[in-house]
Nanobody, 124 residues
């Protein structure tokens, strides 16, 4: 019954912006740490950004710091990733994931629930 559904991906030129959404059903994201991960062809999955359940604390990978912003809307049971100043190296499939608890976690193996992914392509 638990579902995480990502949306908002697409094709954008370098310097452009996209907003990704992670909509949850079957669980209430208020009680979960939520993370965004990405995986490009031939590369390992990497953590991009995370937000805690208790106080909304956030974490960003160095590669996206200052360009991406993670936020949550508990009324909509949705977490967002605003992506600005996009670069070709941001091209990847982006996944959201959720783990129950009040403490922020950034390791992929700690997450129990995953979405199907949404493609982001940054190209001229």
């Amino acid at each position: 019954q638990v579902q995480l559904v990502e949306s908002g991906g697409g094709l954008v030129q370098p310097g452009g912006s996209l907003r990704l959404s992670c909509a949850a059903s079957g669980l209430t994201l208020d009680y979960y740490c939520v993370g965004w991960f990405r995986q490009a062809p031939g590369k390992e999955r990497e953590g991009v950004s995370f937000i805690s359940s208790n106080d909304g604390s956030t974490y960003y990978a160095d590669s996206v710091k200052g360009r991406f912003t993670i936020s949550r809307d508990n009324a909509k049971n949705t977490v967002y990733l605003q992506m600005n100043s996009l670069k070709p190296e941001d091209t990847a499939v982006y996944y959201c994931a959720a783990e129950w608890g009040s403490i922020m976690v950034i390791a992929a193996e700690e997450y129990n629930y995953w979405g199907q992914g949404t493609q982001v392509t940054v190209s001229s």
